[in-house]
């Protein structure tokens, strides 16, 4: 299973950016795909994410601004940040909870890309 990342670069703050993550190879289902973020100097933290029944969960810190969707396929995320702050930037990380056979489930990290909201 591989996660392709696309969509980062640099934006303004007030502005508009779109993360987007593909899910590849052999696939039973997904459980559950969202968005994580590293800041310099700081841990890991979620960001969005949605399960496989359509339920999301966000940041408080991101509420209100960025959503989270997925294709019809199932096997992408988007991520559309709208308003962002310079405090989002930092390396965005896909990351999928799959499960390649009707039994067990493993976690995949896509690479990141970094995202930088210029004030």
């Known amino acids: 299973v591989q996660l392709q990342a696309s969509g980062g670069g640099l934006v303004q703050a007030g502005g508009s950016l779109r993360l987007s993550c593909k899910a590849s190879?052999?696939?039973?289902?997904?459980?559950?795909m969202g968005w994580y973020r590293q800041a310099p100097g700081k841990q890991r933290e979620l960001v969005a994410t949605?399960?496989?029944?359509?339920?999301?969960d966000y940041a408080d810190s991101v509420k209100g601004r960025f959503t989270i969707s997925r294709d019809n396929a199932k096997t992408t995320a988007t991520l559309q940040m709208n308003s962002p702050k310079p405090e989002d930037t930092g390396v965005y990380y896909c990351n999928a909870a799959i499960k390649r056979t009707i039994w067990g489930r493993d976690d995949y990290w896509g690479q990141g890309t970094l995202v930088t909201v210029s004030s």
């Open positions: 949605f399960t496989s029944d359509g339920t999301t």
């Open positions: 190879g052999i696939i039973f289902s997904i459980v559950a």
